[in-house]
């Protein structure tokens, strides 16, 4: 539906599919855009919309995308269901012309990531990819120095992901199952190749990977967990990983990753990430032809280090910057996201985020999840359909 189907009001009206844990980001809907709100929620579980009464108080709440769009006349649509539900449900609100803004990944396969992509270029209804990552801090430092050519031009980026919540963030519910999530380098690692490809400006267009289950895979206290979410279970007590208890009945995603990617540019990058480390950061580091920088700390009170001049090793770098925003999480990047998907969709304001670079994420990762499986086979990413490419390429012009 479009912005007239809600009436001759200013109301912009929001909706919420899938009333979990991460469905809090819909709260910053009428702090990003005066006029917004959440109007309807749906979720097709009994628990989910009985938290959507306490979510979401007085907020209409329905079962099925079917019943939304009956009768509801809304202008977009946040959808923070699990990954495996993303392709089917964003081709049907982009088929019924509201805007989508889709919890990354966009999908767990690349066939359903091109899939929806297909369906947004033939009806033009807008679609964004929640890659806030790109709006974070660290983030932001790291790409105004890179564009001020404090290092000269990118040749290769390694990033090491510490996951130290894993146990409670992906294997204690539906993550740790490889038919709901498929690889956590889609559910995880997709923040951190979107940044390459960021950084780098360019797409990978060959990956190898390797990777295992090493750890969480011998744990065996485990058991379903029925109407819980994540912050029902987290705690910081719950280590070593090896201890763990509660985790989920079906556990075969890799707990450890590793990926090698080459570029469409040339640029060769590589990225890691363990489950079962103590501390919880990502780190970055990228080598231009003048120097490098890397950060220490993600968050608030971390730096972006750039060292470019020939030295023996030093703690100090030659420059140093700090990173902004929250000191822990990424709500401020949650923010930005909500913010430029409501100016995309209602004053057709640019995005910093893109659906080809949400499609060349999960390509990458779920290729990489692929060639992990299959031996380490290096695999070609495919390209998109000539069509659909062009749709969204004259759609930035």
Known sequence: MTMSAAGSTNEKRIAVVGVGARSEIAHHVPVAMSGAAVVATVDSAATGRARSETMFPGVPVYADIESLLA???????????????????????????????????????????????????????????????????????????????????????????????????????????????????????????????????????????????????????????????????????????????????????????????????????????????????????????????????DTAGGTVKVWNRRREWAVAGDSEYPIDGDPSGHEDADLATMREFLNHVFHGAPTVVSPLAARAAVAAGALAAESIRDGSRPIDIPSLPPEVLESFLARSR
């Open 71 to 297: 009768a509801e006349a809304v202008d977009a649509a946040i959808v923070t269901t699990p990954d495996d539900t993303h392709a089917d449900i964003a081709v049907a609100l982009l088929s019924a012309g509201v805007a989508v803004y889709l919890e990354k990944p966009l999908a767990t396969t690349l066939e359903d990531a091109d899939r929806v992509l297909r369906v947004a270029a033939e009806t033009g209804t807008a679609l964004y990819v929640g890659h806030n990552f790109r709006h974070a801090g660290v983030v932001r430092r790291m790409k105004e120095i890179i564009d001020r050519g404090e290092i000269g031009e990118v040749k290769t980026v390694w990033v090491r992901h510490f996951v130290g919540n894993g146990g409670d963030y992906y294997f204690t519910d539906w993550h740790a199952d490889r038919s709901r999530t498929n690889t956590l380098l889609l559910q995880k690692a997709s923040h951190d190749i979107d940044v390459i490809h960021y950084l780098t400006g360019g797409f990978t267009r060959r990956v190898v990977g390797m990777g295992d289950l090493m750890v969480y895979g011998g744990v065996t206290d485990r058991r379903e967990r029925p109407g819980e979410t994540m912050p029902d279970w987290f705690s910081y007590d719950n280590w070593p990983a090896s201890a763990s208890t509660g985790l989920n009945p079906v556990i075969d995603v890799e707990d450890v990753s590793m990926m090698m990617m080459t570029l469409d540019n040339g640029v060769l990058a590589s990225y890691e990430q363990c489950h079962f480390t103590p501390d919880y950061w990502r780190n970055y580091t990228v080598i231009g032809t003048e120097g490098r920088l890397e950060n220490v700390g």
